[in-house]
């Protein structure tokens, strides 16, 4: 069964750091583009990070760019995505989902979620003083 479990949401104060985890089942994260998306109550759902499985390219959405960083464990099937100085528009469901058709190939697209066709149930982080 393919299967991608989001952990490590939560709630934190403004200017703080969060890690999130995304463990892969069923098949092998690092042969497939897979990103992070988020999605805020009453907004439209946003590409925050991918990571190329050719050559492990990352590309970030402009709002987290400097300040999120992308990465996988390939011993432990697992995406990670590191937020640091967080925001409270940073406040939303996170997902992270995997090409596993091969739609986006060879460079994932952070802006496209339609190019991801398997999703975990998402992780909620919220920024709040």
């Known amino acids: 069964q393919l299967q991608l479990v989001e952990s490590g949401g939560g709630l934190v104060q403004p200017g703080a750091s969060l890690r999130l985890s995304c463990a892969a089942s069923g098949f092998t994260l690092h042969n497939w583009n897979i990103g992070w998306f988020r999605q805020a109550p009453g907004k439209a759902r946003e590409g925050v990070s991918c990571?190329?499985?050719?050559?492990?390219?990352?590309y970030y959405g402009g709002s987290v760019k400097g300040r999120f960083t992308i990465s996988r464990d390939n011993a432990k099937n697992t995406l990670y995505l590191q937020m640091n100085s967080l925001k409270p528009e940073d406040t939303a469901i996170y997902y992270c989902?995997?090409?596993?058709?091969?739609?986006?190939?060879?460079?994932?697209?952070?802006?496209?979620?339609?190019?991801?066709?398997?999703w975990g149930q998402g992780t909620q982080v919220t920024v709040s003083s």
């Open positions: 989902a995997a090409d596993l058709y091969g739609s986006s190939w060879p460079s994932c697209r952070v802006a496209f979620s339609s190019d991801y066709d398997t």
């Open positions: 990571i190329s499985s050719r050559d492990g390219s990352t």
